[in-house]
């Protein structure tokens, strides 16, 4: 998969150097410096993955469903150069574990709030989206937490309401959100706050995408969108007479990859995958070729509901 | 601009319209398959499957598409039916187009003349007969506008599909405004492509319309062609057999003046003849209620083969039920009625019979009727109107039929209007084609209802001209129910008055009409014949 950086021009960060990663951080650099373009890591598959390929035969040259949301430039969209394709680091990341454990991925474009339903009735097989691993999300599905949670607020440049975050200062105003998104409860949450304060609460607007949401400020219509910060940053490149991003919020999740509550076996061994993935460097390095800063990297962890 | 005509090129959303084609398509043929089930169990008059066909569609027609679509996609595989993205979409937008479809259907069948209906029914068109012939080729003229508008807002609906996946233009479309950030140029090529699309569906439309416009110059009929030809051939023959409708006074008066006495002995002798006929009808004991109102009670009447029966009697005296029932289109609570010594209505193993069987026993009978409203088939030509029910119901070649209907149309003088539709012609002359068309399986019997009563009075006698030649010239057995008192007096053989369903008075025409003994008789006659005679005034 050729990728040019150019549309997506954020610099490298520096890479979080673990010894097992530099290597390839070094080669991958040296062909970026080379020839401007980045074979996808994802090609490349660690030691460990022949093994897990031999313990769970049950999944090699099978072809699995991913539900995306493809409206997160940098995670999941599609390829502006080339239409037919969808890239971003969850393709890459997707891609690799299918690499490891030897099976091929297509994928499904669905709402954001239609990911989890579309995986339950069997409509896909996993959903790596951008989606972060809440408690109320695991009753739906299993997740296996692949990185950390950053998010920005995106406002009109000048910031004229005075937006901080998900804070008192939104009291008033009118946050685009989309449908299923964990900071709308957030945002809804702060009404207590407002009234305590003799604010007027905050309004939340639902969309069915970021480009929505986006538009939704650009016409006015909204004050604020917060989101994961490297969507906020694609918007703020994309139109940065009409927009900024005013801070960055942090919040106490983690993204993960969703699997069906039912397929044990499947989960184990995705896990296991994108540990040997992490381990050999391969995420870094696509956190990298993204531009999404490589601290973004979370040890996996299981989040399941009981 | 130039953003927008990249986009209005690029590939990737030029192949989304394929698939927002294939989903229109799934959902408007679904939708129609389903629409016909929908329509029919409703039109059925069979109350559960009616209402079955009235709950499917208050749950269809009355939640939205896009939970419809949703449902299909991703709930239905909890119960076991995993179908594609597109199967999905085209399931939901079937299950939803269907509702509206069938309402336009109904509505469509629901506007054919009633009259038409029962016109068929009398030809002996069995309901298959008569919804290809008559009932579908009317019903589709008037719903294309309203399928047209269907078809336009599948085709938006289908948009809707984006929210499961299916890879069509609105999914495409937001998908690359989401990576490229050219919001705008995309929608509005992608809008333009919808214009382009609901564009070739108005395009159809109207290509569809002026197709089955009736009103279209005949040459543009190409299937008339052969029949104009021939048509022109029939015309240059000779026509001095024909009767000029044209003078209908001429006609009549001559006959008017020679009802004499040697012409009353003459029918008095045909009278006595007509007695020792076989009967060609013979009602007994005929009851017909409707709502628990008596319309027949206990009606006894026999006509004999060649006899001509006139019909008296005041509005609501059953005489066009009778004629209905003589013709099967009602069916009778008691009593029953023999063509030619074959009982009515049951089979053989005395079980009622079905439609089906009533149709075909009905072209067997030999029963011929002629409504008061003429009740031609409106989307067929004079000539149609006659031909077509003799190659349908009797299966007789394209060629004699054309022969038939040809020769009764210059038995009724209307050879020239052989293409002419019934919009076309007056009154009188749709009634002198309605009854080419019943003679034209050479009925045993042929059944009037008033054939003069709906008709302006300029234009009775010619329709009268026609009856009264059949009776002399024909020898055929008729019974006609009317008001038209000097009519009867020169036609018919009997004279049956009747009152409160039941026969008051009957006789031979002369004595009952100039010599009247019930009172009722005597009431009826002296007012009918003071309007007779302001006709004949006119």
């Known amino acids: 998969m050729h990728t040019s950086f150019l549309d997506h021009g954020r610099g490298l960060h520096r890479a979080d150097r673990r010894a097992r990663g530099l290597f390839i951080a070094a080669v991958f650099l040296l062909v970026l410096l080379m020839s401007g373009h980045a074979k996808a890591a994802a090609s490349a598959s660690p030691a460990e993955c022949s093994a897990l390929q031999a313990r769970y035969p049950q999944f090699k040259g099978k072809t699995f469903v991913n539900a995306i949301n493809p409206h997160t430039p940098g995670y999941e969209a599609l390829d502006p150069n080339d239409p037919s394709k969808y890239v971003g680091f969850d393709i890459d990341l997707g891609e690799a574990i299918g690499n490891c454990l030897g099976f091929t991925m297509t994928y499904r474009p669905v709402t954001f709030a239609a990911l989890l339903a579309t995986l339950q009735s069997g409509q896909a097989d996993i959903v790596i989206s951008d989606i972060y691993a809440t408690d109320d999300r695991a009753k739906a599905a299993d997740f296996i937490t692949y990185s950390k949670v950053f998010d920005g607020v995106l406002v009109s440049k000048g910031n004229p309401k005075k937006i901080t975050g998900i804070n008192p200062s939104l009291c008033g105003t009118t946050a685009a959100e989309n449908t299923g998104y964990v900071e709308v409860p957030l945002i809804q949450n702060l009404s207590q706050v407002c009234k305590a304060a003799s604010k007027p609460e905050a309004a939340v607007q639902l969309y069915d995408n970021n480009a929505n949401c986006i538009q939704a400020i650009l016409s006015g219509r909204a004050d604020t969108y917060v989101n994961d910060v490297n969507t906020v940053d694609q918007a703020v490149t994309a139109y940065p007479d009409e927009l900024e991003k005013a801070s960055a919020v942090t919040l106490p999740y983690s993204i993960g990859i969703a699997v069906p509550k039912d397929k044990q076996e499947f989960r184990t061994a995705v896990m296991k995958a994108l540990v040997a993935i992490q381990n050999a460097g391969i995420q870094t390095n696509l956190l990298k070729k993204w531009s999404l800063g490589a601290e973004n990297l979370e040890t996996p962890k299981l989040i399941v509901s009981n | ?538």
Request: net charge positive.
């Open chain 2, 1 to 538: 601009m130039a953003l927008f005509l990249h986009y209005l090129a690029l590939p990737y959303l030029l192949k989304g319209i394929s698939f927002t084609i294939a989903v229109t398509i799934l959902g408007l043929a679904g939708g129609l398959i389903v629409a016909l089930a929908l329509a029919s169990m409703q039109l059925s008059r069979i109350g559960p499957l009616a209402a079955v066909a009235r709950g499917y569609t208050v749950i269809f027609r009355g939640t939205p598409l896009i939970l419809q679509l949703v449902f299909a996609y991703d709930a239905l595989p909890h119960l076991g039916l995993k179908l594609s993205a597109i199967g999905a979409a085209g399931l939901a937008l079937a299950a939803n187009e269907g509702p509206f479809i069938a309402e336009i259907l109904r509505a469509g069948i629901l506007g054919v003349d009633r009259g038409q209906l029962l016109a068929g029914q009398a030809l002996g068109m069995t309901p298959t007969v008569l919804m290809r012939r008559v009932i579908a080729p009317q019903a589709i003229r008037t719903i294309v506008p309203a399928l047209g508008n269907e078809s336009v807002s599948a085709l938006k609906n289908s948009s809707l599909a984006s929210v499961i996946a299916v890879d069509e233009l609105t999914l495409r479309s937001t998908q690359l405004a989401s990576s490229t950030f050219d919001f705008f140029s995309i929608f509005f090529a992608s809008g333009l492509m919808y214009l382009v699309l609901t564009g070739a569906i108005a395009a159809i439309q109207l290509i569809a319309e002026a197709a089955l416009d009736l009103d279209r110059p005949a040459s543009g009929r190409f299937n008339l062609l052969p029949l104009r030809r021939r048509l022109s051939v029939a015309v240059e023959t000779p026509q001095a057999t024909v009767p000029s409708p044209l003078d209908p006074a001429r006609d009549l008066m001559p006959i008017a003046v020679t009802a004499s006495r040697d012409k009353q002995q003459d029918r008095k002798q045909r009278y006595a003849q007509l007695v020792r006929h076989r009967a060609a009808v013979r009602v007994s004991s005929l009851r017909k209620h409707y709502d628990g109102q008596a319309v027949l009670e206990g009606f006894d009447l026999t006509v004999r083969v060649g006899e001509v029966i006139a019909l008296l009697g005041p509005s609501g005296s059953g005489k066009s039920t009778l004629l209905r029932c003589v013709n099967h289109l009602e069916q009778w609570d008691g009593g029953e009625i023999r063509i030619d010594g074959q009982r009515l209505g049951f089979r053989v193993d005395g079980r009622p019979m079905t439609q089906r069987e009533i149709a075909n026993e009905r072209a067997k009978a030999g029963v011929g009727m002629v409504f008061q409203h003429f009740n031609l088939f409106s989307h067929l030509t004079a000539f149609e109107n006659i031909a077509g029910p003799l190659r349908w119901v009797h299966g007789m070649a394209p060629a004699a039929a054309e022969r038939r209907a040809l020769e009764l149309l210059e038995r009724v003088g209307l050879s020239d209007r052989a293409s002419a539709l019934p919009r076309q012609l007056s009154g009188g002359q749709q009634q002198r084609v309605a009854i080419a068309r019943a003679l034209a399986p050479n009925p045993r019997v042929l059944l009037l209802d008033e054939p003069t009563s709906a008709l302006d009075p300029e234009l009775v006698g010619e329709v009268l001209d026609v009856i009264q030649r059949l009776a002399i010239d024909g020898g055929l057995t008729m019974i006609i129910s009317t008001h038209q008192l000097r009519f009867a007096a020169q036609v018919a053989d009997r004279v049956v008055f009747m009152s409160g369903g039941t026969v008051v008075e009957e006789g031979p025409a002369h004595e009952i009409l100039s010599y009247p003994r019930h009172p009722l008789t005597r009431r009826f006659l002296s007012v009918m014949g003071a309007d007779s005679r302001a006709e004949v005034a006119i």
